[in-house]
């Protein structure tokens, strides 16, 4: 039964990927979506989910929390060791002074090195996009351990996870897209991403797997997540293009993923 739910989370997956990929010419609002479906998972599905899977940790933290701090830290360090980081200053509109001219921006620092920004960038974006197959391989996983605790409780973990996969397949491509021309990389990093949970909910056939190893990979993941539409989506989505449409987009994205949540639980 397990096997059979992950079906409709391979569909719902590619059908992500799918709206992903048909709106490039409006890539602003593409990446504004993403980044608040991104924060969405985050704050209203990842974050609440971990820590219902583990206890107190070492000092009193919930390990979950730890591993949200690495995993943003992690892909900090990740970004600064290869010099990608790219705020987009000189992107956004001039700087105006009500009792002066326009001031415009400086250059960012180091704008001669565009393309290797961007090349690092999209390295960046494609060990975003694996972190979100490996999270699909969890969400596989929690089906199968779900059933095991239950028919009910496997249904509705079933459904929570179908319901997000659309933000999962949406997101994996448009991380995998960042910063490429081709899209190779990020088709087979989403058939990947929608195949995870079919493998996830399999592997429980033949073993089963500690929750409390769980809550801490969540958390990791959403750490990673949040670093990634923080410092790359949504500053990228931001970047020379009109402001309200690019918030109004993030704010649809959060929106739908409390209502998928919601409508889960």
Known sequence: MAVLLSLLAFLMTLAGGLAAMRVHDHRHLVLGLAGGLMLGVVAFDLVPESLEMSGPGPLGVPAPMIGFACGFLLLHVVEQSVA???????????????????????????????????????????????????HSFIDGLSIGLGFQSGTEVGAFVAL?????????????????????????????????????????????????????VLGPYLGLFAGVLLYLAAAEILPEAHSDHPRILTLCATALGLVVVLLGVGLAD
């Open 84 to 134: 990608i980081h790219r705020g987009h200053e000189g992107e956004y509109a001039p700087h105006v002074h009500a009792h002066g001219p326009a001031v415009p921006r400086p250059p960012a620092a180091g704008a001669q090195a565009t393309g290797a920004q961007g090349a690092g960038a999209a390295k960046v974006g494609l060990l975003a996009a694996c972190a979100l197959v490996a």
């Open 160 to 212: 929570a996870v179908v319901t997000h996969d659309f933000a999962d397949g949406f997101n994996t491509f448009t991380a995998a897209s960042l910063n490429r021309a081709g899209r190779r990389p990020a088709l087979v990093l989403l058939f990947a991403d929608a195949l995870a949970p079919i493998a996830g909910a399999a592997a429980t056939l033949l073993i089963s797997v500690p929750r409390s």
